[in-house]
């Protein structure tokens, strides 16, 4: 039978590469080889029979069918119930007499009495004459006050504010001018305040323009009127109060004593000259 030359190179191509595959030296006989050569032979292993799976349109028109076969259960609708009517008696309308309710036995309440409260001695101050002599003789140069100082004219300086136009006992006016001559009247206010009790600075322009010199002058506290010779000159209404004795060199507006200071010019260009200047307010307010 002629057999296909290519099935015939094709089989000894395929015994050639198992030859080539197996060992090339042989250390046994012929049939000892081919017995062990038989037992190295390699088969494919079974195919294992899996399950079919269904594919998903099969679930679907499975889970489809089985829903529609399924009987629909029967809805029974409950029993209603029948109530019996209730007869509600009401009570007959006779005219039955009220049942009167027993008094309560009230006894009287006596008010108590309060006897009237006794007033108590008060009670004793603590004795600090011997602390007293302890600061005097430790300390002697601070003097020790018994009495507690009024505070009077402290509560005054407190509540200037409040009154419009507060006039101090030493009164110190002042009109337009300029901010150098300013500054030192400011100064000499401090020093006087300090010194001397109670002073002010005073703005003159607003008693002038409202003509208040006779409430400002008649003012109990005022002692001292202090003012620049050119500011007075111009205060027309203020001039009607002023009033001069030359034998007794004393300058008056009512009944207010009054010092004129010079141009205050001159002791900003000699400073030496404030000091004659302090001198003589020291001597005139000190009298």
Same mark, same amino acid.
């Given at each position: 039978?002629?057999?296909?030359?290519?099935?015939?190179?094709?089989?000894?191509?395929?015994?050639?590469?198992?030859?080539?595959?197996?060992?090339?030296?042989?250390?046994?006989?012929?049939?000892?080889?081919?017995?062990?050569? %038989?037992?190295?032979?390699?088969?494919?292993?079974?195919? !294992? @029979? /899996? &399950? *079919?799976?269904?594919?998903? +349109?099969?679930? $679907?028109?499975?889970?489809?069918?089985?829903?529609?076969?399924?009987?629909?259960?029967?809805?029974?609708?409950?029993?209603?119930?029948?109530?019996?009517?209730?007869?509600?008696?009401?009570?007959?309308?006779?005219?039955?007499?009220?049942?009167?309710?027993?008094?309560?036995?009230?006894?009287?309440?006596?008010?108590? %009495?309060?006897?009237?409260?006794?007033?108590?001695?008060? !009670? @004793? /101050? &603590? *004795?600090?004459?011997?602390? +007293?002599?302890? $600061?005097?003789?430790?300390?002697?140069?601070?003097?020790?006050?018994?009495?507690?100082?009024?505070?009077?004219?402290?509560?005054?300086?407190?509540?200037?504010?409040?009154?419009?136009?507060?006039?101090?006992?030493?009164?110190?006016?002042?009109?337009?001018?300029?901010?150098?001559?300013?500054?030192?009247?400011?100064?000499?206010?401090?020093?006087?305040?300090?010194?001397?009790? !109670?002073?002010?600075?005073?703005?003159?322009?607003?008693?002038?323009?409202?003509?208040?010199?006779?409430?400002?002058?008649?003012?109990?506290?005022?002692?001292?009127?202090?003012?620049?010779?050119?500011?007075?000159?111009?205060?027309?209404?203020?001039?009607?109060?002023?009033?001069?004795?030359?034998?007794?060199?004393?300058?008056?507006?009512?009944?207010?004593?009054?010092?004129?200071?010079?141009?205050?010019?001159?002791?900003?260009?000699?400073?030496?000259?404030?000091?004659?200047?302090?001198?003589?307010?020291?001597?005139?307010?000190?009298?």
């Amino acid at each position: 039978m002629n057999q296909d030359p290519k099935k015939i190179f094709l089989s000894l191509i395929q015994s050639a590469q198992m030859l080539l595959e197996e060992e090339t030296s042989l250390l046994a006989s012929e049939d000892d080889a081919n017995y062990f050569r %038989s037992l190295n032979v390699k088969t494919p292993p079974p195919i !294992p @029979n /899996l &399950p *079919n799976i269904p594919n998903e +349109k099969e679930i $679907l028109r499975t889970t489809k069918e089985t829903a529609l076969s399924a009987p629909i259960p029967s809805i029974e609708k409950p029993a209603e119930k029948i109530f019996n009517p209730i007869k509600i008696e009401l009570p007959s309308q006779k005219n039955e007499p009220v049942p009167t309710l027993p008094s309560p036995n009230i006894k009287s309440v006596v008010a108590p %009495s309060f006897s009237p409260v006794q007033e108590t001695s008060a !009670p @004793n /101050l &603590p *004795n600090f004459s011997t602390i +007293k002599s302890l $600061l005097m003789r430790t300390f002697p140069q601070i003097p020790i006050i018994s009495e507690i100082p009024n505070d009077e004219q402290a509560k005054k300086i407190a509540n200037r504010w409040k009154t419009k136009n507060q006039v101090a006992p030493i009164s110190i006016l002042y009109f337009g001018e300029p901010e150098p001559q300013r500054e030192l009247l400011n100064s000499l206010y401090k020093a006087i305040d300090i010194y001397f009790g !109670p002073a002010k600075l005073i703005q003159a322009e607003a008693i002038e323009k409202e003509k208040q010199w006779d409430a400002f002058l008649s003012s109990a506290e005022l002692k001292w009127v202090i003012s620049c010779d050119y500011t007075l000159w111009q205060l027309s209404d203020l001039m009607r109060h002023y009033k001069e004795n030359p034998t007794q060199k004393k300058r008056m507006l009512g009944n207010v004593s009054l010092f004129l200071l010079p141009d205050l010019s001159l002791y900003l260009k000699d400073p030496l000259l404030k000091r004659s200047l302090w001198k003589a307010l020291c001597q005139t307010l000190s009298s």
